[in-house]
């Protein structure tokens, strides 16, 4: 498996990009140089395209058996490799050891999922209307599907539709971010030439969105764009794939709400909290944003919280007992404390933490905040939990649904039935009780409502993302047309 990541991959081949800039790659815990690489422009991504199409052609015959090799040969690989790609999410993404290994295993999850999808590209025999006439449906591949993938889980958030594109006959051009060019896209070329993917089946395209961020979607050749990442990004991807009436599979922003109610099992709700709220710094879609905890047991639960919150490890990510890494970058860093700052001049309280070095934010405990504050309003994607009382289940929900987002959640409560019922009342795609908002299975609907996306990853839900449906028609026998023909004769 190749492991020299300077070269942008297209048509099976390792080339330099033809823009005039170029990308450093670089450590976020210590500002290390990884690398550089020359970027993509849009004659590269026009390459690409043109690649995809082409091989997908012959991809979409494929007998489904061969499709499933390449698909466990790169099962294979990735686990003969699993050291290499733990290492370049601790050093390019900013992972700590537990999260990189975490993000290693989910993604070998969704790609044995991935591997059942070419024997499950089902059709229908249904009955007809029309005497003699038989109704098949088939489910196709789309053709060619354009990738953004995200910095924050980029190895999982990229496998995450690459296997089951590849899977169900699609080809594929994977722009990655470019904090994480190697660990969401480099990588998968690596692999997949390893795993004897034909050429042109998988491009990745490393560029910055100012030269090529909209080409990637308005270009002529790709039929879906799966794209991860921010609301306002997403929602402008959307607005140009409308225009070209592309397929979008959107996985954006969130607001996700834990809620305690007043019976909840405090100690279980304090380490579901602490888990949901500092895995990976924070900086998932699925973290929790907002502690949501009853008056009765507001002020025993932020006690228990922040105890075990100032056991927490923060620092180099290459140690495997550190529990919170760095930021992916120092942008991110002043953006928090921005939101920190303000919230505090209002009222806020900084119970622990607030302290930053380098790009590491120690782990911050917020009370007293209220539910309009902007550290509360905007998604944190950071190491920083807001404890915010209600009084009433009624409130709860309403302070749950007030934003436009609606992707993951969580209620804790001993009574089932209670949790269960409030969880119901959330609006939100995924949602969790007596346990935290960080789930992921791959054989289960992941996605959002409202401002958190469009369309569902992994299972069989994915497959109706990434393919199409074709109503082909047979007339057995020769049809009566009436009196428009009979008329004729």
């Known amino acids: 498996m ?15 990009g033809n ?16 690398f550089t690489i020359q970027s993509a422009n849009k004659e590269d991504l026009d390459s690409a395209y043109k690649a995809a199409q082409q091989a997908q052609d012959e991809w979409a015959k494929e007998l489904p058996q061969n499709k499933r090799a390449i698909l466990e040969k790169a099962l294979v690989v990735m686990q003969e490799n699993k050291e290499l790609i733990i290492d370049w999410l601790i050093k390019e993404a900013g992972s700590t050891f537990m999260k990189a290994s975490a993000e290693f295993g989910a993604s070998i999850n969704i790609l044995k999922e991935a591997t059942t999808y070419p024997f499950r590209m089902e059709g229908k025999i249904l009955p007809s209307q029309t005497p003699g006439k038989e109704n098949r449906v088939y489910r ?30 699609n080809a594929v051009v994977i722009k990655p971010a470019t904090d994480t060019p190697v660990t969401g896209g480099l990588l998968f070329a690596s692999i997949f030439e390893a795993a004897g993917l034909p050429k042109g089946l998988l491009n990745v395209i490393v560029g910055r969105g100012s030269e090529i961020g909209d080409e990637i979607v308005t270009h002529k050749t790709p039929r879906l764009i799966s794209f991860t990442g921010s609301t306002d990004v997403g929602r402008h ?13 959107l996985e954006l922003g969130g607001n996700n709400v834990f809620i305690v109610m007043d019976d909840a099992n405090i100690e279980q709700a304090v380490e579901s909290a602490l888990f949901g709220k500092f895995y990976h710094q924070g900086q998932i879609c699925m973290s929790i944003n907002r502690i949501l905890v009853h008056k009765e047991v507001y002020d025993e639960f932020a006690e ?19 529990n919170v890494g760095p930021l992916i970058n120092h942008d991110q860093v002043e953006r928090i404390l921005g939101d920190l700052k303000t919230s505090v001049e209002q009222g806020a309280k900084i119970r622990l933490g607030g302290t930053v070095e380098g790009n590491v934010l120690a782990p911050t405990v917020l ?34 649904n007030i934003y436009p987002f609606g992707l993951s959640g969580s209620v804790h409560s001993s009574n089932i039935e209670r949790g269960t019922s409030i969880a119901h009342k959330i609006h939100t795609g ?51 047309y009436g009196p428009f023909i009979n008329q004729l004769k």
């Open 2 to 16: 190749k492991t020299d990541f300077t070269r942008i991959y297209i048509d099976g081949k390792w080339l330099n």
């Open 19 to 34: 823009s005039e800039k170029s990308i450093i790659n670089v450590n976020p815990f210590n500002g290390e140089e990884l």
């Open 140 to 169: 196709n591949p789309l053709g060619v599907i354009g990738i953004i993938s995200p910095w924050n889980f980029p190895f999982h958030l990229a496998i995450r539709s690459i296997a089951p594109a590849i899977a169900t006959g």
């Open 237 to 249: 991807i959307g607005e140009l794939a409308g225009k070209g009436l592309k397929k979008t599979a």
């Open 304 to 322: 228990l919280f922040i105890n075990m919150a100032k056991n927490l490890k923060y620092g180099n990510p290459a140690d495997k007992d550190t």
């Open 367 to 400: 009370t007293d905040v209220t539910n309009t504050m902007p550290i509360a309003e905007n998604e944190i994607f950071g190491p920083v939990a807001i404890l915010i009382p209600f009084d009433s289940e009624e409130e709860a929900i309403e302070m749950a």
């Open 430 to 480: 995924m949602i969790h009780v007596n346990d935290q908002s960080v789930n992921d299975e791959a054989h289960m609907p992941f996605g959002g409502e409202k401002d958190s996306g469009l369309g569902r990853f992994n299972g069989e839900w994915v497959l109706e993302e990434f393919t199409t449906l074709k109503w082909l028609s047979v007339q057995h026998i020769r049809r009566d």
